[in-house]
């Protein structure tokens, strides 16, 4: 099989991976960059030839998880060329179209867990994993006795790191690994787990009356993070009509307004203004759930940096009395102007300001098992800014460019 890495080599985010054996040629992964300081614009067609512009060269689009730097440019790929897809990780692709980019769709196919599927001569198989976005997968492709194993993103300190090693070990030794290694080149310490932040958060909790909570609606290890430290702290949990839609979609362990008696829901100032049929399909389903009176109670609400101005309204209405904002992303984040907008317009109202995260990519120790249990005899990284540091960690590190193609 040949391994060519058409983009991130060299990047966190929007990394592209070609696999090809003797008939076969496939795509994973196909999301959008990560915004940086120099282009905040980012859904733009990369222009593959065979991909998305001209005649179809390529079998199948495989993808890890519903990241938006994984899987948010998919609408450009020829309607010819299918593209796979988790199912979980579908419905919440689909949905945040639906809030975001309406005008956005892309038909695709539903991929199982430990079901291969087979490409001409290639099989491919998703294995389940931990990772900060639900259902997030890795992929094994194998051709004439030849196992390449693609991460995707991965930690093991989630809710299913449990799981973790034992799917490692299910796939065995691989002749290739490709890696991602977002967390090259920062401090080499072991990752907080969520029991860890579970536990963080109930002291925290029993300090104030009210709590907001800015994290990633698709972390849904975080919202049951939170969810049991509001059990511990007799608290009620409030999602925003985003979250909200979110967790009703998936199953029915996971908090959410229609299955748990302690979940509510607060539909932000700016839905308001939506159209009747962005009602009827996202709100009106909630509306039993969406009880004014909650916030007069001891609550963590789940918020939007868009939701300054509830906030504020909140305030006014006296159901803000002693409350902390919960900063729960990558820190990064707090660098962009309208982050820093809404933290600071938030402290302004006198609200108490704390960092409680852990990251979801592997530290170094992760990575390490990782190798150890494949075996492989060649690693390449991507998804990284820190590449040259692989030769470091890995004993078959090959750094590769952009647009670089080796075979095995």
């Not at 065979?50 to 790929?77: C, E, M, N, R």
């Not at 536990?199 to 972390?219: G, P, V």
Request: with cysteine; charged share 30%.
């Amino acid at each position: 099989m040949k391994v060519k890495i058409i983009k991130g080599t060299n990047q966190i985010g929007g990394c592209i991976t070609e696999i090809s054996s003797d008939k076969a040629r496939i795509i994973i992964d196909f999301g959008e960059d990560l915004p940086d300081d120099e282009k905040e614009e980012q859904m733009e067609n990369p222009m593959i030839d065979g991909l998305t512009t001209g005649t179809k060269k390529y079998d199948a689009v495989f993808i890890t998880h519903s990241h938006g730097d994984h899987i948010g440019l998919i609408h450009y790929i020829l309607n010819d060329i299918p593209v796979y897809v988790e199912k979980e990780s579908k419905k919440i692709y689909e949905l945040l179209n639906k809030f975001t980019y309406q005008d956005i769709r892309c038909e695709t196919k539903d991929m199982e867990f430990n079901q291969p599927i087979i490409i001409k001569d290639m099989k491919i198989t998703l294995f389940i994993i931990d990772h900060s976005s639900y259902n997030s997968g890795m992929l094994l492709v194998e051709s004439k006795k030849k196992k390449i194993l693609h991460t995707g993103d991965y930690r093991k300190h989630g809710r299913k790191g449990k799981i973790f090693e034992k799917t490692l070990k299910k796939i065995g030794k691989v002749d290739l690994l490709i890696t991602e290694g977002t967390t090259f080149g920062r401090e080499n310490i072991k990752y907080k787990t969520e029991e860890e932040l579970e536990r963080i958060s109930i002291e925290l909790f029993k300090k104030y009356k009210q709590i907001f909570i800015l994290q990633a609606s698709t972390n849904i290890d975080r919202i049951v993070t939170f969810y049991k430290a509001c059990k511990q702290t007799d608290k009620v949990l409030i999602e925003d009509i985003f979250t909200a839609n979110i967790t009703k979609i998936l199953n029915h362990t996971i908090p959410t307004p229609e299955k748990f008696d302690d979940v509510y829901v607060w539909t932000a100032l700016r839905y308001m203004k939506k159209n009747k049929e962005f009602k009827k399909e996202f709100i009106d389903s909630f509306k039993q759930y969406n009880i004014s009176s909650v916030v007069f109670q001891n609550f963590a609400m789940l918020v939007k940096i868009s939701m300054l101005e509830d906030i504020k309204m909140l305030k006014e209405k006296g159901a803000i009395t002693n409350a902390c904002l919960v900063y729960s992303m990558w820190e990064g984040y707090l660098e962009k102007e309208n982050f820093q907008k809404f933290v600071n317009g938030v402290k302004e109202l006198g609200i108490d300001f704390e960092i409680i995260h852990t990251s979801g990519h592997a530290d170094r120790e992760t990575i390490k098992l990782v190798e150890s249990i494949t075996n492989p005899k060649i690693v390449i990284p991507i998804h990284t800014k820190n590449k040259k540091l692989a030769k470091e960690i890995f004993k078959n590190a090959l750094i590769l460019d952009d647009g670089e193609e080796i075979e095995i």
